[in-house]
Nanobody
């Protein structure tokens, strides 16, 4: 079992930045691929970014590529999402998710591919 707790959300003006954190506890953090998803009002949850267990590989949704950066610190059991040049359409509840390593694959963008989820943190971008 892995417990995930997000923090760092808030209200920011368009063009601003926020850094989300997700602290994990319960199991060996470095055994998990980590991802960030988001869900805007009235929309389905969507993939935002993912990072391999060793942090050597990252991948992003096209909508955030070049603006968001995912990273992890395995010594601190924490994954981060640095969000720059925020837009009103980035407004959503942001969730972190963990997938136990099962093979050498690290590219996972579907909700059902992840094993554990945090409770979410609200990000609101005003225009």
């Amino acid at each position: 079992q892995v417990q995930l707790v997000e923090s760092g959300g808030g209200l920011v003006q368009a063009g601003g930045s926020l850094r989300l954190s997700c602290a994990a506890s319960g199991r060996t953090f470095s055994n998990y691929v980590m991802g960030w998803f988001r869900q805007a009002p009235g929309k389905e949850r969507e993939f935002v970014a993912g990072v391999s267990w060793s942090a050597s590989s990252t991948y992003y949704a096209d909508s955030v590529k070049g603006r968001f950066t995912i990273s992890r610190d395995n010594a601190k059991n924490t994954v981060y999402l640095q969000m720059n040049s925020l837009k009103p359409e980035d407004t959503a509840v942001y969730y972190c998710a963990a997938r136990l390593r099962r093979s050498s694959s690290y590219y996972f963008t579907k909700e059902y591919e992840y094993d554990y989820w945090g409770q979410g943190t609200q990000v609101t971008v005003s225009s």
